[in-house]
Structures are given as structure tokens and as C-alpha cells.
């Protein structure tokens, strides 16, 4: 999963895989207790636990760099959003998806699982308990949302 996100981020990323895949799991391993959790479950909070790693270390590197440099992620998920041939800015992403959590965490949620965790939109359906074709249809909207607002971002908007 680590290796996966890794090979999302643009070229020239200072994270490694074994680091990212060192950090989520000692982050994770502090957090709570696994027994019980379905292999769903594993994946969801490896997913927000890696979404935070990359997004804390996006803020340092642009911190250090002051503006230069932003980290890109690539990721099939998002292939129809603005530049996502480019990459997607984490940081715009990330507080994208905290905007859009404040109207509707269901949509949020699918949007974190599918672009963070790599999770299939039958996978997500099964970890938050909705029918499959509930999650196609709020995956659809979330998506034209988040392209909407990426494209604001980037100033392409009207």
C-alpha cells in the first residue's frame, strides 16, 4: 500500500516507500487494538493514517522550500480531475476533502478511501455499509465536486 502511494507522488518525492510503510505502521500501532477488524477496516485507517502522513509531509517540504516544489499525487482514482496528469496538489486535496466532510463525511469518506487507500468502489461500499450502486452514485457527484474545486483552486474557474 505504501509502495502504491508512493509511486503516485510526482517525481523527485522525499518520502520513501519504507519510511511511509515504517511511519503508518508505528502510527497505527499506537492507535488501537486490531483484533476483530475486518481486512476492510485495515485498509480505511491504513488509508487515513497515510493520507496524514503524506499531507504532515507535504507541509514540512513546502514549509522548508517556502512555496517551491508543492508534492503531487498521481493517482488512478483521480485521473479526470484538473492536471491529475500532472499530479494532484496533496495539500489542495487534503483540504478539499476537509471541506467537503463538513457537508457530507459519506462522500468525503469515499473520496479519501478511493484516492488514499486505493480501495475499489466495491471494497468501499462493503466498509461503510452501503450498497454498491449508493456508492457509483456518490462517488460521481464527490468526484464532479472535487473537480470543481480543484479547478477553483488552480484559478481555471469561472
Partial sequence: ????????????????TTALA???????????????????????????????ILTDHARRRLARKRGGGMPKLRTDALKNLPGA???????ELDEALTRLAQFD???ARILELRAFGGMTLAEIAD???VSLST???EWKVARAWLYRELREDAGDGP
Fill in 85 to 91: 496528469d500532472r499530479g494532484v496538489d496533496v495539500l
Fill in 22 to 52: 515504517h511511519e503508518a505502521y508505528l502510527s497505527l500501532a499506537r492507535q488501537r487494538r486490531w483484533d476483530g477488524l475486518t481486512r476492510g477496516q485495515i485498509l480505511a485507517v491504513a488509508a487515513i493514517t497515510m493520507r496524514r
Fill in 127 to 129: 466498509e461503510i455499509g
Fill in 135 to 137: 456508492v457509483k452514485r
Fill in 105 to 107: 463525511p459519506r462522500q
Fill in 1 to 16: 500500500m505504501a509502495s502504491r502511494e508512493l509511486r503516485r507522488e510526482a517525481p523527485g518525492h522525499t518520502l520513501q
